[in-house]
């Protein structure tokens, strides 16, 4: 029997699984049928053994150190971004709900920053609380505002 890596079972698979183990097949003989491991069946068939499962999966995070935890989610993460990556070139759709969620998120960060008193741009320690940007985020500001004025000048005197 050929092992899959990663091989994702379709409803409608789950769907036939049922009828054939209501006719009274065996989690064996439908894992043959379908080319995957009998206990993978049960996994599908059985909530009661879904749930157990993800228990075990939190019970074993649990005991996972810092450091394990922080490699596994390094390896996850590189198949998540490059999912999202492909996903992002391809799908229009995909674009437009992406960016939004990330303006989001970026907006409920600022907010957060806000009512701690930390720059609103960068999130660093504000002296003056009346202030909304830092220090250094003030003298950017004030830089590019120069900058803007400069060339608008320019342009007015040719």
Request: glycine share 4%; net charge positive.
């Amino acid at each position: 029997m050929t092992r899959y890596r990663y091989r994702k079972i379709k409803p409608e698979d789950i769907v036939v699984m049922k009828e054939l183990r209501g006719r009274g097949l065996s989690y064996e003989k439908i894992g043959k049928e379908f080319n995957i491991q009998w206990s993978v069946v049960h996994y599908h068939l059985s909530p009661r053994e879904k749930m157990m499962c993800k228990k075990r999966a939190h019970k074993s995070l649990d005991k996972m150190t810092k450091k394990q935890k922080l490699e596994k989610s390094r390896r996850h993460y590189l198949y998540t971004k490059q999912y999202i990556v492909e996903r992002y070139q391809n799908d229009e759709e995909f674009r437009r709900y992406y960016c939004g969620l990330v303006k989001r998120s970026f907006e409920k960060r600022r907010r957060v920053w806000i009512e701690k008193g930390l720059c609103s741009k960068c999130g660093r320690r504000r002296k003056n609380k009346r202030w909304r940007y830092c220090e250094r985020c003030r003298e950017v500001c004030r830089e590019a505002s120069r900058k803007r004025y400069q060339a608008k000048k320019s342009k007015t005197r040719k």
